[in-house]
């Protein structure tokens, strides 16, 4: 049965970490090769999703969405048989993931009648623009790639393939879940993950005290599991969203790892092993009844007036032990909106008494990819995760190791590195062509990019590129940062805009360096959020690598602090980037890496 079922049993030892993270990689391995088995075949009734939904923020983000879904359909890369759509939320103010999970069961009910109510439906949300990980802004954080399979898979495939298990022991419901975060897991051989039980339904992971104050929390029922096996299903009291140390510790929702809540804590070392926990959050399912309550609820409201969360704002209603004082408390809101306690409200009248069941996965692991920083360490420098899925270094890719120097940890995804070249440890290059005279510094990002000629890239910064579209022409642009910098900050008034940095330097300073004067036109979009994601300093150019070549000079300029004039050029921000992207061109530029990738590798068989 392997190490999966060597997961402990009454009176046995848990497994050292190491036994622990091997149990995670073989089941990984299991549930990816079942999907490979799916690809580009119809599956047979009950055995994939009816319905497979990825959100969109708006239809320019759901035209790209609907465009690679369609490509990757064509080429055979996804199981047949299932549904897939992309739903846009509706346009005006952002909804949140809540209320765009209402929106979807409204849009299911448009298209299939009273048939959705049978339907076994996998939702993704990944209507959110990427602020943090601006390398995903263009084509989404769903369609992220990920260091391993031929062709690449992206977070879509992982998704599909890791809850690969699940439509088999499903009634008819929704399972929802994130498009930047990965959950890997192991159970033993007869143990089994069902989705049948009336109400709510959410998988819950053992994690640090930390981890929890930024996740949601289950205060578990005591009596109702023990903390050991790799699966144990228990009742959840109340759910706890973003608390804080001293609230999980009041609430009882503090576990030890291979023991009950009232054991202390042994100081072992062991980071998974008898150390104290907190069960979190990652995906929850909705049985039919549920969603048809939500839907009914979502027709009466008519239009949202603001933001819901899918997570504090339904499972907080939910479990015996539920209270409604966290419908006044708004202090984990990004943007306090009017009508917020109202919604809230409501929504604990309709969901209130409703059950919240958990599935406890002990030995599993969440992973969030959904920050720039997050990113470089999970594919670069995390053992565990690259251990865990069996990252390569160089994943589909032309590459010759005599002809260029790869640091450490670095990672090459579906990019063509030509003789000469040079990338440092910890950096990641996707969808790339770098030239014979290029160096990339340590722990940047180079996304979509065409470097042809000599450059340097320097350390601790993001580079990605985009084909934008305006008047009919095709252009590019290349959006360059440090990937510490705060593209979600902003300030209302110009005459703040001193606490803007750019690669670790003053935003004013920088647009002295670039010539560019600050006025009102320099932000795009409502001059109330005046910030990196809206300030028009990128230039665009008649050629990809023309647009790579002019924000490296504007990153030199700023590392070296000389001049370098930006006058002549168009100038647009990230925010405006991204609504004159032209999906086609960008799809059309990694075909051809594609094709070349393919290419190589069939010479390189026949010369063998």
């Not at 009914?296 to 209603?317: T, V």
Request: aromatic share 8%; with cysteine.
């Amino acid at each position: 049965a392997g190490p999966a079922s060597a997961l402990p049993g009454a009176g046995r030892a848990m497994p050292a970490a190491g036994e622990r993270s091997a149990a995670r990689r073989e089941a990984t391995g299991r549930r990816l090769v079942r999907l490979a088995a799916l690809r580009g075949r119809a599956a047979r009734p009950g055995e994939f999703w009816d319905v497979v939904v990825v959100t969109a923020a708006d239809a320019e983000q759901a035209r790209g969405y609907r465009q690679q879904l369609a490509e990757k359909l064509g080429r055979r890369e996804l199981p047949l048989g299932a549904r897939y759509h992309v739903f846009v939320d509706p346009p005006g103010r952002k909804i949140g993931n809540g209320g765009s999970t209402l929106h979807v069961l409204r849009c299911l009910e448009d298209l299939y009648g009273d048939k959705w109510t049978s339907f076994i439906v996998l939702l993704i949300h990944s209507g959110g623009y990427s602020q943090r990980l601006p390398n995903a802004s263009a084509l989404g954080k769903i369609f992220t790639a990920l260091p391993f399979g031929s062709p690449v898979y992206q977070m879509l495939e992982l998704k599909l393939a890791m809850y690969i298990d699940f439509p088999r022991h499903m009634k008819p419901g929704i399972l929802v879940t994130c498009s930047d975060d990965i959950e890997l897991y192991s159970t033993s051989v007869t143990e089994t993950i069902m989705f049948d039980k009336p109400g709510f339904t959410a998988l819950a992971h053992p994690s640090d005290l930390a981890v929890g104050t930024t996740h949601g929390v289950f205060v578990l029922d005591q009596s109702s599991f023990s903390g050991k096996g790799g699966l144990e299903y228990a009742s959840c009291r109340h759910f706890l969203h973003k608390p804080d140390v001293e609230t999980m510790r009041r609430c009882g929702a503090v576990c030890v790892r291979g023991g009950s809540a009232r054991q202390s804590s042994g100081e072992r070392g062991d980071s998974e092993v008898d150390s104290e926990c907190v069960y979190t959050d990652s995906i929850f399912y909705i049985d039919h009844s549920v969603a048809k309550q939500l839907l009914m609820f979502y027709k009466e409201m008519g239009a949202l007036c603001c933001e819901i969360d899918a997570y504090g704002d339904f499972l907080q209603a939910l479990g015996p032990g539920a209270t409604q004082d966290y419908t006044q408390n708004t202090s984990n809101v990004t943007k306090e909106e009017s009508g917020l306690v109202e919604v809230r409200q409501k929504l604990y009248s309709l969901l209130r008494g409703t059950a919240l069941n958990v599935i406890v996965l002990n030995n599993s692991k969440f992973y969030h990819i959904g920050t720039t920083q997050e990113y470089l360490f999970h594919f670069t420098t995390d053992s565990k995760l690259k251990f865990e899925l069996d990252f390569l270094s160089v994943a589909f890719s032309a590459f010759s190791d005599k002809a260029a120097t790869l640091g450490r940890s670095a990672s090459v995804i579906q990019s063509i590195l030509e003789p000469g070249c040079q990338i440092g440890p910890g950096s990641i290059i996707e969808y790339s062509r770098i030239g014979p005279e290029v160096s990339v510094g340590q722990s940047s990002i180079v996304s979509g990019a065409y470097i042809d000629v000599r450059a340097a890239v320097p350390s601790s910064c993001l580079l990605s590129s985009l084909s934008i579209k305006i008047n009919g022409q095709v252009k590019y642009v290349s959006m360059a940062f440090g990937v510490e910098d705060d593209l979600k900050k902003s300030v209302k008034l110009l005459s703040d805009i001193h606490s803007l940095q750019f690669f670790g330097v003053g935003l004013l300073e920088c647009l002295a360096l670039w010539g560019v004067k600050v006025s009102e036109e320099l932000f795009s979009g409502e001059n109330t959020h005046l910030g990196l994601w809206t300030a028009r300093i990128f230039p665009v150019c008649s050629t990809l690598s023309e647009s790579v070549r002019m924000s490296l000079k504007m990153l030199n300029s700023v590392q070296h602090m000389s001049a370098f004039e930006l006058s002549g050029f168009q100038l647009l921000s990230v925010e405006e980037m991204l609504t004159y992207k032209d999906v086609e061109d960008m799809l059309k530029f990694r075909k051809q890496i594609y094709d070349e990738i393919c290419l190589q590798r069939q010479k390189e068989k026949s010369d063998l």
